[in-house]
């Protein structure tokens, strides 16, 4: 059987919970296309189901923030969704920080070593610094999900590198995502 793989693409288009900017790039649209990336990847790939999020570059989800994340986690508890991966970029007012990090609900869990695997990855791919993987419980699609969920800040909007590689390498990116994912399984490329 299949392993059914959500992919969260982060951020609505415009409007409420629309995403970072920085350097001419919108978050919303990086993380739509590396979804759609991964989508594409996984499809092609006869061990996975996936179901993205946003099927249109300018779906919107729900009617508010709170709205929007409810939709998320919704469509993917209600497949049921194995995994469930949110594409987020970061941000920060200090534009030297960068690197790709993971978010997860909590420390050595299924999520926590399957961010692990996914950052190595995009690290070793596209040449991000490795934030490693953090625990925040706050997030709401990590709480509220009802399997394991990382969300993965894939570079710095507000790092001139990190923005760079944002616009330019997002298959890349995808693919890191896909290979890291394999890695946690234990499957091989085909």
Known sequence: MAIRIFVDQGHNPSGFNAGAEGFGLREQDITYNVGSYLADILSSDYRFEVRTSRTEPEQIL??????S??????AADSWPADYFISIHVNSNTNPAINGTEAYVYEAYTEAYYLGDSIVNEIVRRVATKNNQVRINPALYVLRKTNMPAVLMELGYISNESDAI??????????YGIYVGLLNYLGLPQL
Do not use: H, I, P
């Open 62 to 67: 729900g009617t508010t923030t709170n709205e």
């Open 69 to 74: 994340l409810r939709a998320r986690v919704q």
């Open 165 to 174: 590689k944002l616009r330019d390498d997002q298959y890349q990116f995808a």
